[in-house]
Structures are given as structure tokens and as C-alpha cells.
């Protein structure tokens, strides 16, 4: 193999909410030729960014994609836009920071409603955190410190391959041997890969994550329980796990869609909340979303930043209201109540449930993403876009908070803009459509 | 003849694979592969008389769809895993209980042999229509 003309470090990958940071990607003649530290969706992500992409921006006529300028298609976008009475603009969390700030402002010019993917990930957790509080720390301090983790709900080896080397299985300032002075365990319905790797595995049985978390909150707090099990699990191997948690130094709760898909959704992280919360009168405990998409946690904080509110906002009234269930996008779909969608970074399509499918075959759709999906089969604009990361730069969001600096390593294709540019022209031309 | 099915718990989520094929391309028949299957335990195979790699109409209240059948590595009887994707959400349920949150997990849902002899055409899920 030929040496790489150019590497670059510490680049972010920009798969999920590790957002590691420390990929060396080895650039040849304009294309990225090998990936290093990268787990395999990593390297999927990098090294065939360019397959399958939306080659022309293009609109829908008589049912088939037609190349049109890039400015056709902007104006087709905005006549869409203007003309519809219920927008609603979703996605966002696979894309940077800026882009949200453009997608916001249209929202607000067009009184639609933006929404980004949380919702149909840890948008319980956020009302969960909304009910109890929110507990907060870096991941640099779970490698660092935590010498019992738990994963609740969540299989870290499919969905966030480097969670568990670069933090839980990892040594530390205060964990010189990561096997011995560090525990982990698991918490899920199904023995998952995650589980095989793991120092304990509590399987519980589906649907009763609330009463698990509920009577380990009564343990803890000196309660006997009248029954026998809990979900599934002796009470004495429950005593045994509340023994555990409060005997450790430092303990760390990562959750995953095991706890906000299941039922009970945002209840099961208020009661995840007020256990830590608990376990902190006796020892040090933090909890963490294992957060999907790569900025997803960025589209929270930025959405929070400019309307006030992390998902599901309605500017309707030209003021921005919140309201999870009323302004999220499944509801939205399902009810049938908007009639055009404005599509960031997002393939709802293949991901909302079938009631979504019947409304978004029936309105227009502006879809601007890098590359083809079920969406933008559908969608009557579709716009092409930079990936972010890999081919224009920004900022992005981890699973802890920490906002890290997105590197642009190669040129998108020709006249192919990153996402906040062509959001920027949407909105200067609706404003313009607005006005008149 | 009436079907002889078996009642499953299904509960969808992600896999390495789902992950690496959606980064190539969702309409590529490697993603296909990855997220139209379900996973099922050796006695719910034997149950149904099957062989892993057969298809199966996995059905719920909200639908059904014809995929592949896989047997699980975990061995839980009732409980059947596919991965998330458009399949998947062909059986699950747009119900978020006013919070946003479609019902990806913990559904009842019954599995059969297939009559069909191919999975479920993905085209027509974006129609709607499935």
C-alpha cells in the first residue's frame, strides 16, 4: 500500500455520540484511502462517505427525480415553504451546530414547527430530567474514576462500538487495572452482545424497568419488599446490586433506549434520576444518555439555546411553545396535521412508524441530505449536501456536553454546499417571499 | 388449515451491521439484509418447524411483514429481536403516549411459518401501504 499523501489526527467521527476524537484519516489524491482508531461503523462512515450519494439537487415531476440548478431548487423549497399552513422542519442531529441556527429561523419565519430526532430517542430522558433534575459529568471522569459501571437498556458493541475501550474498560487515573478495579454491568431483556463482555448480567423481564429501578430506590432506602421478584429478578439479588452500588467510589448509569422506548418511557428516567439522586447521600453516582446520533445532544443544546426548549417547539403563534406529543414529528405525522416537511440530516421514512409513512407520501418534502435514502424517494425537493465532518467543518456536541471541533478533511463534490449554507439560502429567500 | 403461531415479545433496536450498511446507503440491498430479519430462540424455530433462514410473518396489532428468520445467540424463549429500520416499524406502533415516543419495544406480537416466498417488499412501504 502506498503511503498517504496527507494525515490527518484526532479528527471527530461523526457516527454516534462518542464522537471519538481521535481518528487519523489518510488522505490520497483528494480521497480518503484508510481510517485508524475507527470502530467499523467508523470506517463505513469515512471510507464509502462518497457511495450512494444524491448526485443533483432534483424535484418530483409526474412521479420522477429531474436534475434542476441548485437555485431551482431553493425556490421550489421556498414555495413550498410559504404556501404551507402547518411546516414542520425535523432532523438535525446529523448535522453541525450552524445548520441548526438557519433551521431555527426559518421555523420562525414560516411559524412552523421544528423538532429533531430525540424525539424518538432521549426525548423521554429530557423529560425525565425536566421532572427530577439533571445529573452531569464527563466521560474523561468515568474513565478516570468509576469503579462500578452500569448499562441499563443499552448495547453500547452494536450501537457505540469505542464506548466501552475508550471508557469502561480502559485504565484510569484512580483505575490502574480496568478488569479488577472496575466492575460492569449489564441491565437489558435480551442477552445482547454487550452482554458477553460484561462482568454481570441482570436480565429483566420487558416492560419493568420502573418497578426494577422503584424497588432498588426502597431497597437503598432501608424498605423491605413483600414479594419474592422483581421484573424477573430474586429481591436478594437485587439487595445484593443495591450493596454494590452503594459501596462503590464512584458510579456511573449509562441508559440507552431500553429504558425511553420502553414503557413508562420519561418515568423510568425520573426514577433513574431520584435513584442517583439517593445513591448520592451515600456515595458519588452520575447517569448518562447514551446518546444515538452524533449530535443529537448538540441539537438539544442549540435548540435550547435559540427557542428556549430541546425538542418539539411550535412557533405557530410566532413565539416558540413546547410541547412533547402535541409538536413532535411521529404525532404531527401520524395525526396527519402538517403539510409540508422540511427534512435535515434525517431519514424518517425508514425510521417513524407505518401511521408516519401514509402522511409523508401525502405532502410535499424538502430533503437535504448527502446521500439517497427512503426520504428522499419520496421527497418532492431534494437538495444534496456536504457531509459534515468529512467534507465541510463545524460543531458538534458529545454524549457528556463537550462540544468539539468538526474538521472539513477532503472538498465535497463540485457546487455541493454544507447544510447551513443551503438552509442560509431557503432563508434569505423567504424572508424576501415573506416581505413581499 | 388454521396457522399455527407462536406469541413473542418483540423489541427492535440497533446492530453493528445495521450501522455499517445505513453509513453505505439505505436503499442498498446490504442494508436490506441488515434490518429484515428477526431473531428467535431455537425452541420458537422448532415450534414452527423451521430452519433458521427461513421466512417468517412476524404480526402485530399494527401490521405484519414477511423476513427472514435468525436464531438468536441469547436463546430467550419469547422474546424475538429485529433491528431497527423499515421493517421493523411495519410492526410497531405509532402510539407515543403523549410523549413523542413511538412503542419500539415490548410488543406483543405473534410469529408464523410464511406463506410468502420472498421478505416484504420495501418499496411499498413508502407508499404507505404494505
Not at chain 1, 420502553?262 to 425520573?270: E, L, Q, T
Request: proline fraction near 5%; hydrophobic fraction near 35%.
Amino acid at each position: 500500500m502506498t503511503e498517504a499523501e496527507k494525515v490527518f489526527t484526532d479528527v471527530p467521527c461523526t457516527f454516534c455520540g462518542c464522537l471519538c476524537d481521535d481518528i487519523e484519516v489518510e488522505v490520497n489524491d483528494g480521497k480518503i484511502v484508510g481510517i485508524k482508531n475507527g470502530c467499523a461503523i467508523c470506517k463505513s462512515r469515512f471510507l464509502k462517505h462518497h457511495e450512494n450519494r444524491l448526485e443533483h439537487p432534483s424535484i418530483m415531476k409526474d412521479g420522477e427525480q429531474s436534475s434542476v440548478s441548485l437555485d431551482e431548487a431553493v425556490s421550489k423549497a421556498v414555495e413550498i415553504i410559504a404556501s404551507a399552513r402547518r411546516l414542520l422542519i425535523y432532523g438535525l442531529s446529523s448535522t453541525e451546530n450552524d445548520a441548526h441556527r438557519e433551521a431555527y429561523k426559518i421555523a420562525e419565519l414560516a411559524g412552523g414547527v421544528v423538532d429533531n430526532t430525540s424525539s424518538v430517542c432521549h426525548g423521554p430522558t429530557i423529560l425525565g430530567v425536566q421532572e427530577s433534575g439533571e445529573a452531569a459529568g464527563a466521560l474523561a471522569e468515568v474513565r478516570n474514576r468509576a469503579d462500578l459501571v452500569i448499562y441499563w437498556g443499552s448495547n453500547p458493541l452494536a450501537a457505540h462500538p469505542r464506548h466501552i475501550s475508550r471508557y469502561t474498560r480502559v485504565a484510569g487515573e484512580y483505575i490502574k487495572d480496568p478488569k479488577k478495579d472496575r466492575k460492569i454491568w449489564l441491565v437489558d431483556i435480551r442477552k445482547s452482545e454487550t452482554a458477553r463482555t460484561v462482568d454481570k448480567f441482570i436480565k429483566l423481564q420487558p416492560g419493568t424497568d420502573l418497578e426494577v429501578i422503584s424497588s432498588l430506590r426502597a431497597l437503598l432506602r432501608g424498605h423491605r419488599l413483600a414479594v419474592d421478584e422483581v421484573g424477573g429478578i430474586p429481591v436478594s439479588e437485587l439487595q445484593e446490586a443495591v450493596d454494590a452500588m452503594k459501596n462503590a467510589k464512584y458510579g456511573i448509569l449509562f441508559f440507552g433506549l431500553g429504558l425511553t422506548q420502553s414503557k413508562g418511557r420519561f418515568r423510568n428516567i425520573d426514577a433513574a434520576v431520584r435513584l442517583i439522586q439517593d445513591l448520592n447521600s451515600y456515595t458519588k453516582w452520575n447517569m448518562m444518555p447514551m446518546r444515538g446520533h452524533y449530535n443529537v445532544s448538540g441539537a438539544n443544546k442549540t435548540s435550547t439555546w435559540q427557542t428556549g426548549y430541546p425538542y418539539a417547539v411550535d412557533f405557530a403563534r410566532g413565539y416558540p411553545r413546547y410541547q412533547p406529543g402535541e409538536y413532535t414529528a411521529v404525532d404531527l405525522l401520524a395525526r396527519g396535521e402538517v403539510d409540508a416537511m422540511l427534512n435535515i440530516a434525517a431519514d424518517p421514512a425508514a425510521h417513524f412508524p407505518k401511521a408516519c409513512l401514509k402522511t409523508l407520501s401525502q405532502i410535499p418534502i424538502i430533503n437535504i441530505d448527502p446521500k439517497e435514502n427512503m426520504t428522499s424517494r419520496l421527497a418532492t425537493v431534494n437538495i444534496p449536501v456536504a457531509v459534515a465532518g468529512i467534507e465541510c467543518d463545524g460543531a458538534a456536541v458529545r454524549m457528556d456536553g463537550l462540544p468539539l471541533y468538526l474538521h472539513k478533511i477532503i472538498d465535497p463534490p463540485e457546487g455541493v454546499l454544507p447544510d447551513r449554507d443551503v438552509l442560509g439560502m431557503i432563508y434569505k429567500k423567504l424572508e424576501k417571499e415573506v416581505k413581499k | 388449515m388454521s396457522r399455527v403461531g407462536v406469541k413473542v415479545t418483540l423489541t427492535s433496536g440497533r446492530t453493528l451491521l445495521q450501522g455499517r450498511t445505513l453509513e453505505e446507503g439505505k436503499l442498498t440491498d446490504a442494508y436490506r439484509d441488515a434490518v429484515s430479519y428477526v431473531e428467535l430462540d431455537g425452541a420458537t424455530l422448532d415450534a414452527l418447524g423451521i430452519e433458521p433462514g427461513s421466512l417468517v410473518e412476524v404480526e402485530t396489532i399494527y401490521g405484519s411483514v414477511v423476513v427472514t428468520a435468525k436464531k438468536s445467540r441469547g436463546e430467550e424463549p419469547g422474546i424475538a429481536f429485529m433491528p431497527c429500520g423499515p421493517y421493523a416499524n411495519t410492526v410497531t406502533s405509532d402510539d407515543t403516549q403523549e410523549t413523542g415516543m413511538p412503542s419500539f419495544k415490548s410488543i406483543e406480537a405473534q410469529v408464523f411459518k410464511a406463506d410468502a416466498s420472498t421478505i416484504s417488499d420495501i418499496e411499498k412501504f413508502v407508499g404507505g401501504n404494505p
